[in-house]
């Protein structure tokens, strides 16, 4: 099974930072990375889909990139309705893993 | 608008069965594989189970293997997840989940307890 990691596994940040999420999987992947954003007691949310493309309908501040086993979520001039947590999955094949997450809370 | 909207979710002894049920709205639920991912209380998300367009090919995590079913009736635009010989550490909430690019969208959630 393809184990995927993320760090930080927290952090605090202030409206308008620049946040930056990495999330590392066990093999390649090619570009089968997606991430989600998580708001408590909501579900999950699409927010970038093979690595880079951006779902309809998210805000353009978020941005991903990486490809083979390294990625990048980035979130440029973080809002409040942004303090959430964010997990990135790889679709390469099942199991369909998850990253443990990342929360970002606010300083 | 695309909606999937769970239930079915509720307080079950261990060792008991629940058959969670998952409606699709505004989209051809018939052309999208089906996905079930569970959160326990404070955890992350985990992929259980999913189901190709006509039910012929599904895939399960091994903790459900032998004991979840998922089926779906494209007539319905529901999508099944038939959970047997439940334990403890099956508590969690249940989502439902489109396959597009990527998962979505996702339902609200059901909450399915094993306890005693």
């Known amino acids: 099974d393809i184990q995927m990691s993320q760090s930080p596994s927290s952090l605090s940040a202030s409206v308008g930072d620049r946040v930056t999420i990495t999330c590392r999987a066990s093999?390649?992947?090619?570009?089968?990375l997606n991430w989600y954003q998580q708001r408590p007691g909501k579900p999950p949310k699409l927010l970038i889909y093979?690595?880079?493309s951006l779902q309809s309908g998210v805000p353009s501040r978020f941005g991903g990139s990486g490809s083979g086993t390294d990625f990048t979520l980035t979130v440029n001039s973080l809002q409040p309705e942004d303090f959430a947590t964010y997990y990135c999955?790889?679709?390469?094949?099942?199991?369909?893993?998850f990253g443990p997450g990342t929360k970002v809370d606010i300083k | 608008e695309v909606q999937l909207r769970e239930s079915g979710g509720g307080l079950v002894q261990p060792g008991g069965s629940l058959r969670l049920s998952c409606v699709g709205s505004?989209?051809?639920?018939?052309?999208?594989?089906m996905y079930w991912v569970r959160q326990a209380p404070g955890e992350g998300l985990v992929w259980v189970s999913h189901?190709?367009?006509?039910?012929?090919?599904?895939k399960y995590a091994d903790s459900v293997k032998g004991r979840f079913t998922i089926s779906r009736d494209n007539d319905k635009n529901t999508v099944y997840l038939q959970m047997n010989s439940l334990r403890p550490d099956d508590t969690a909430v249940y989502y439902c989940?489109?396959?597009?690019?990527?998962?979505?969208?996702w339902g609200q959630g059901t909450l399915v307890t094993v306890s005693s």
């Open positions: 989940a489109r396959g597009a690019r990527g998962f979505d969208p």
């Open positions: 505004g989209f051809t639920f018939s052309s999208h594989w």
């Open positions: 189901i190709d367009t006509d039910g012929s090919t599904t």
């Open positions: 093999q390649s992947i090619s570009n089968y």
């Open positions: 093979a690595a880079s």
């Open positions: 999955q790889q679709s390469y094949g099942p199991p369909f893993t």
